[in-house]
């Protein structure tokens, strides 16, 4: 497992029990979840037999995500995945972690 990797699911570990806001910016599309963490998960590519399915992070816990009219709704799973694919952590404190990866920029915060 890459060393970035193993950092993100250090910090995460240490905030199990707590809610954190996931900001999620693709192209021009910003996503806001509210999801308080149970437990974390890691997928890792080769061990899967889907070819789609990258290298995960997997959050379990419960959430919900602010919908257009700026409402908090249910996430249909107990879960969110953060591929991990290309990993850059941009800042990481007691409170925060910014990261890019291939896909999309996350800004991980502490509610």
Known sequence: MEANVQKL?????????????????????????HFKLETVDYRNADDVIDDYLDSAVILRGTGSTLNADGELVPLPQPGYELAVSGLQLHELSEAKVDLQTSRAKYSLAVS
């Open 9 to 33: 699911i250090d910090w995460l570990e240490a905030r199990k029990g707590i809610t954190l806001v996931i900001e999620k910016r693709e192209l021009d599309d910003l996503d806001t979840v």
